[in-house]
């Protein structure tokens, strides 16, 4: 069975920072690309950060400079560190595992609850 469990999530004021993970289970995560998207309220779900498996990294643009996507194939799990957070980053954020080395398959999890107050 696979699962995506994220945690991190909470209550943060603006100007400070979260550190957002994922953990994997039930895949074999070094295959695996993995990228964080967010979903905020009456908005529709979109891409924050990615890494491939090969460790390439690809950032939303509102959060360069800010946010940093790391993965530990290790531990099976990916990260997110959130720096200089603001109200506008307030959304339920998803982690997503997708490959198409051994075919197509895409998972998600089921999100946790980042809120930055102003």
């Known amino acids: 069975q696979v699962q995506l469990v994220e945690s991190g999530g909470g209550l943060v004021q603006a100007g400070g920072s979260l550190r957002l993970s994922c953990a994997a289970s039930?895949?074999?995560?070094?295959?695996?690309?993995m990228g964080w998207y967010r979903q905020a309220p009456g908005k529709q779900r979109e891409l924050v950060a990615s890494?491939?498996?090969?460790?390439?990294?690809n950032y939303a643009d509102s959060v360069k400079g800010r946010f940093t996507i790391s993965r530990d194939n290790a531990k099976n799990t990916v990260y997110l560190q959130m720096n200089s957070l603001s109200a506008e980053d307030t959304a339920v954020y998803f982690c997503?595992?997708?490959?198409?080395?051994?075919?197509?398959?895409?998972?998600w999890g089921q999100g946790t609850q980042v809120t930055v107050s102003s």
């Open positions: 997503r595992a997708d490959t198409r080395v051994v075919g197509n398959y895409v998972y």
């Open positions: 039930g895949i074999t995560f070094s295959i695996y690309n």
């Open positions: 890494i491939t498996r090969g460790g390439e990294i």
